[in-house]
């Protein structure tokens, strides 16, 4: 089982970026799919968690209104778009794969991606 993230980069405070998460060797239409970011120095944080085909949405408080997480069974691919950006976004985006509501409520996925790297810059 492989995660791929895609789409971070570097872009100024107000901007978007979309980041794509794929996977091989997993169906993530069965899946709890999570975003998580990592800051230099700090803990790895809860984004957003979307379980596909039951339309089962959740976002941190602190990106709510501003990324939509949304999935595409038939690329096999979740996405998080990610609008009005602040530097306090910045940091290494993850996402993960997990088979129960239990573990991914937990923050207790099986498979994690490699990170992609996202920079606001002020």
């Known amino acids: 089982v492989q995660l791929v993230e895609s789409g971070g980069g570097l872009v100024q405070a107000g901007g978007s970026l979309r980041l794509s998460c794929t996977a091989s060797?997993?169906?993530?239409?069965?899946?709890?799919v999570g975003w998580f970011r990592q800051a230099p120095g700090k803990e790895r944080e809860f984004v957003a968690r979307?379980?596909?085909?039951?339309?089962?949405?959740t976002y941190a408080d602190s990106v709510k209104g501003r990324f939509t997480i949304s999935g595409d069974t038939a690329k096999n691919t979740v996405y998080l778009q990610m609008n009005s950006l602040k530097p306090e976004d910045t940091g290494v985006y993850y996402c993960?794969?997990?088979?129960?509501?239990?573990?991914?409520?937990?923050?207790?996925?099986?498979?994690w991606g490699q990170g992609t790297q996202v920079t606001v810059s002020s």
């Open positions: 993960a794969a997990e088979g129960t509501i239990w573990g991914a409520s937990r923050g207790l996925y099986d498979y």
């Open positions: 979307i379980f596909i085909n039951g339309a089962d949405i």
């Open positions: 060797g997993r169906t993530l239409s069965r899946d709890y």
